[in-house]
Nanobody, 114 residues
Framework: QVQLVESGGGLVQAGGSLRLSCVASGSISSISAMGWYRQAPGKQRELVASISRGAGTNYADSVKGRFTISRDNAKNTVYLQMNSLKPEDTAVYYC????????WGQGTQVTVSA
């Protein structure tokens, strides 16, 4: 079973930036699509960004133009560059593959203060 380790979260003021990383213990090069999800308190987990094996990307409307997802297959790592952060981006962020997800990692907390 592949393990996922997310990192890079923290406390930032509104308008700030963070870069999240997700390292998989196994190869992601054959995975068709990887994604970043987030879960705010009292809310369901939602997909915010995804990237295909061919590096095509999709974003939730709420983050479009502010977040950028990328992947480095050689490092088994997926990144999420988050700019112009807003308080409503506060959540625990997770990564996983879109189809038949692996076990979820511990996530990384992102807190955006007003």
């Amino acid at each position: 079973q592949v393990q996922l380790v997310e990192s890079g979260g923290g406390l930032v003021q509104a308008g700030g930036s963070l870069r999240l990383s997700c390292v998989a213990s196994g190869s992601i090069s054959s995975i068709s699509a990887m994604g970043w999800y987030r879960q705010a308190p009292g809310k369901q987990r939602e997909l915010v960004a995804s990237i295909s094996r061919g590096a095509g990307t999709n974003y939730a409307d709420s983050v479009k133009g502010r977040f950028t997802i990328s992947r480095d297959n050689a490092k088994n790592t997926v990144y999420l560059q988050m700019n112009s952060l807003k308080p409503e981006d506060t959540a625990v962020y997770y990564c996983n593959k879109l189809m038949l997800p692996w076990a979820w990692g511990q996530g990384t907390q992102v807190t955006v203060s007003a």
